[in-house]
């Protein structure tokens, strides 16, 4: 047993959230996920992504690629990629929901990282409010892939460092469920939910995961068909606060 | 007992998710949406309100009010509005959340009906996913504002009428539950859910509730400090559903 959040002090509102001791936490590990720069050579050339990075008065190499507006781009550079690449807006949606669950605000439960496909992990502070606004939070990951991290005073809200998915997973310290497309015949979320545990979740629309997650971790689902990552983080985290929060 | 989605044919995919005979359904009910066109009068001749409604290439009276774009020109047409109106974003995240939900997806069982300020209800039919594109979202409901229907095929995904709050709740015939933000001493979710209920949550960041709720109903509570209108709609979705859905 130990007392979570012992990181925070009696300074922090979080502080009056974590008090009662508790034996273990949620990490929320989105793996793989498809948030990237837009990438070096060609492409920086683009018509396309000229008139958008000018648009968004950045240099081209420090924009995000974002397929609601780079589709064609994509597609001429890499040919059948724009149904996979460029997704900020599934993480803007996923981070609305997580940061401000329950599970986050009261019960200082929850952690957030989001590993990319070019093994930079981004971690989220429970503090962390979302922008309300898309192209706003769009602007804000610029500047953390610009900055590597993100403050409010003397809180870091987001941090951005070099890692991939498995030392990521190995100093997290607990037991990993993953959740796959490939995870067969569905698990009722109770039977794979943990009290101490990390969840991977792929943070790709399409395909599977890059990271041979297969050669570690057996693959377990929660619904036959396809569910949106939100969908799944929300099921599990609202699960996992009725098994073990606060309420 | 009835069996639950009767109006589905055999033909429909969603009717081999609906066999099982179940009792109840949960409706979500957003109140007082902040969610209208740009209002008519001064408004359409400010600057910035022409400047956006070009970029949109719409006719100003057409366009979708968005503090996220014209929250100078809400405050110069109506002082201290522009931290409430017009926020078509949360009912962005709202959807993408209910209608991804396992609820809706596999139960069958959800039911999402947004009222807004101005006494017009919108019917999201539960096989209706939500644009990624929060742009062509806003461009959605704009359409459906102008011809009060959104068809794909022989579906209707989305229609809109007129209709306040109170003959609406009472066309749905179910028991209500109001969550409010004076709702007072917070309750477990599990104790005001229902099996068939229509929950009733505001549609509004800030303030309180234009219909006079209070008048026919009693406020609950399951947090003591603000939540966003999509986590309230998740912690409920997800423990009707460990509660009564098919899961």
Known sequence: MYIRNAELTLSDPMFFYSLPIHVG?????????ELELIPGGEMLDDYQVRKYAKK?????????????FLHGAI??????????????????????VLQESILNKRGGLLRVYI????????????????????????????DLFKKQEIQSGQEKLL????????????????EVV???PRGGRPSKPEDIIREDMSLVIGGFAEGDFQTDVYSRYSAHSIFPDELTIWSVASEIVVRYECMFGPL
């Open 159 to 174: 941090t951005l460092k070099d890692a991939d998915l498995f030392s990521l997973l190995d100093d997290l310290g607990k």
């Open 25 to 33: 936490m949620l990490n929320v590990v989105i793996a793989d996920a």
């Open 178 to 180: 993953l959740l796959s």
């Open 115 to 142: 590993h990319t496909k070019h093994n930079k992990v981004i971690h989220i502070a429970p503090q962390t409010r979302v922008p309300k606004s898309y192209n706003r939070f769009v602007g804000l990951m610029e």
């Open 75 to 96: 597609e001429r550079h890499f040919p059948g990629g724009s149904t996979r690449m460029g997704r900020p807006d599934i993480f803007y949606i996923l981070l609305q």
């Open 56 to 68: 968004r008065k950045k240099p081209a190499a420090e924009v995000l690629l974002d397929s609601n």
